[in-house]
Structure formats: structure tokens, C-alpha cells
């Protein structure tokens, strides 16, 4: 509602669909947590299954990864078939940052083994989280920062398949039942790095 025009305003998209959870303005610093991720070996999966099967899994993939993005009240930030950045801002970002990766991890075996997935191969994801000061742009591809940069470097150089690593700086900020199931892995760009320990 609109108090100046004494009218109502068509709200044109859903808070929990954009990007800047309708909060973030342009141009300002936040603390967001950062989560770098992809499916590994899919360059290799794509001599094997042929593109338009993995064009296929992707988007079965995709529409997992919103399912529980949503859940967490996380955002896409950016996005290339197999991989992408992912965003958490505002109230316990750390702590949903950390819940979602968790998540995804367990449920990607139940994908593996859903016989209508397009391919017959498991996948694995890598999964590297950081927490730190972004400014935010609404072009959110676009957005430079030593968050989103060590995130994705984490996830690339130093994370197993399979596996999730974060840094400390994260793990700090959760709660103390989340931070048993992380130890420590070493230095990582001069920084403690964290893999989960997590039993099956």
C-alpha cells in the first residue's frame, strides 16, 4: 500500500524469489555467507552421456538445489549448468549457510538413486562456504569479493569430492551443536579451513 497515492502496489516479484531477499540495497556492504558448489567431473560425464542427457540432469539438479534453497531462505547468485554461487543474508545467515550444505549432501544420494534421473552414474558435489562483507549489486554475476572469491576457491583447490569445507571464520559464528561435525583440515590462502566430519 501506498500511503502518497492512497493505492495498493502490485508487488511484481515474491521476496523468497529475489536475489536481494527484497532488503539489500545496491552498492552497500552486508554480511552474507557465500557457498561455492558443483557436480564433479562433469566435463568428463559429458563425453560419456552425451550433452543433452547432462543438459537434462542439470535441470533436474537445479530444481533440487532451489528446493532447498528455499528451505534455508538462500538465494542463486550466479549459475553455469554444472555449478554456481550461491548467497544467505540476514538473520543466522552462518547457521542456514552451513544447515543447507549439510542438507544437499544427504539428499544427493537420494537423487543418485532415483530411477528417473537422466543418467545412470552418481554424481558428487564439492561444497566450500565462507562468511564475510559483500556489496551487493543487483547484477548479482557481477559481484567481486574476498568472501565469494575464497568460497569458491575453497570448494575448487581444496574440498574433496563429495565433501563440504568452510572456513573458520564461519564455523565460529554457528551454533555449538553444528560445530562437532567439522574439524580442521589446515590452511587454505592463509586461513583455517574446516572439512565436515559428518558420519553417514
Not at 537420494?110 to 562468511?131: H, Y
Not at 565469494?148 to 564461519?170: D, M, R, V
Request: include cysteine.
Amino acid at each position: 500500500y501506498d500511503p502518497k497515492k492512497r493505492k495498493v502496489k502490485k508487488i511484481k516479484e515474491n521476496a523468497q524469489e529475489m536475489s536481494n531477499w527484497g532488503a539489500l540495497k545496491n552498492g552497500k556492504q552486508y554480511e552474507v555467507s557465500i557457498g561455492s558448489l558443483d557436480i564433479v567431473g562433469s566435463s568428463e560425464m559429458v563425453k560419456r552421456h552425451g550433452q543433452k542427457k547432462m543438459e537434462q540432469l542439470y535441470f533436474e539438479f537445479w530444481n533440487l538445489l532451489r528446493r532447498t534453497l528455499a528451505q534455508y531462505d538462500g538465494r542463486i547468485w550466479s549459475w553455469q549448468g554444472d555449478g554456481g554461487l550461491v548467497a544467505f543474508a540476514l538473520k543466522r545467515h552462518q547457521e542456514r549457510a552451513v544447515l543447507w550444505a549439510l542438507e544437499l549432501q544427504q539428499l544427493i544420494k537420494v537423487f543418485n538413486i532415483n530411477p528417473r534421473t537422466s543418467i545412470d552414474e552418481d554424481i558428487e558435489l564439492r561444497i566450500g562456504l565462507d562468511a564475510g562483507k559483500v556489496k551487493y549489486m543487483d547484477d548479482t554475476g557481477r559481484i567481486i569479493s574476498d568472501t565469494i572469491n575464497y568460497a569458491a576457491h575453497l570448494e575448487k583447490s581444496f574440498t574433496e569430492p563429495g565433501g563440504i569445507t568452510i572456513s573458520k571464520q564461519l564455523l565460529d559464528a554457528v551454533p555449538q551443536e553444528m560445530v562437532h561435525h567439522f574439524s580442521e583440515k589446515g590452511e587454505f590462502e592463509g586461513r583455517t579451513a574446516l572439512v565436515c566430519s559428518w558420519e553417514d
